[in-house]
């Protein structure tokens, strides 16, 4: 079992920053592929970012590339997602998910556990 805490969430300008965290309260952390992703109100929830538990791969959505990073610290069980140059349509709930030993995956069912979500808004 894994219990999953999302925090950083906010209200920030076109153009600015935020950086989300995870923290996982369990065991074996370093055997969960940790995913982000995002719902806006009326639509499906899409896959954002995620970061394998194998090795140091990573994997973006188109939208997010170049502006997102994800990042791990398996010392502190802990998933990150750093959000530079973010626009309105970056606005949403943005959920940290854990999937064990699963390849990254854009797919939300491959994962086994989810945070609660955490509100951001872009927004002058």
């Known amino acids: 079992q894994v219990q999953l805490v999302e925090s950083g969430g906010g209200l920030v300008q076109p153009g600015g920053s935020l950086r989300l965290s995870c923290e996982a309260f369990?065991?074996?952390?370093?055997?969960?592929?940790m995913g982000w992703f995002r719902q806006a109100p009326g639509k499906e929830r899409e896959f954002v970012a995620a970061?394998?538990?194998?090795?140091?791969?990573?994997r973006y959505a188109d939208s997010v590339k170049g502006r997102f990073t994800v990042s791990r610290d398996n010392a502190k069980n802990t998933v990150y997602l750093q959000m530079n140059s973010l626009k309105p349509e970056d606005t949403a709930v943005y959920y940290c998910?854990?999937?064990?030993?699963?390849?990254?995956?854009?797919?939300?069912?491959?994962?086994?556990?989810w945070g609660q979500g955490t509100q951001v808004t872009v927004s002058s």
């Open positions: 998910a854990a999937g064990f030993r699963i390849l990254l995956s854009p797919a939300p069912d491959e994962y086994d556990y």
């Open positions: 369990g065991h074996a952390f370093n055997e969960y592929a």
């Open positions: 970061e394998s538990w194998a090795s140091a791969a990573k």
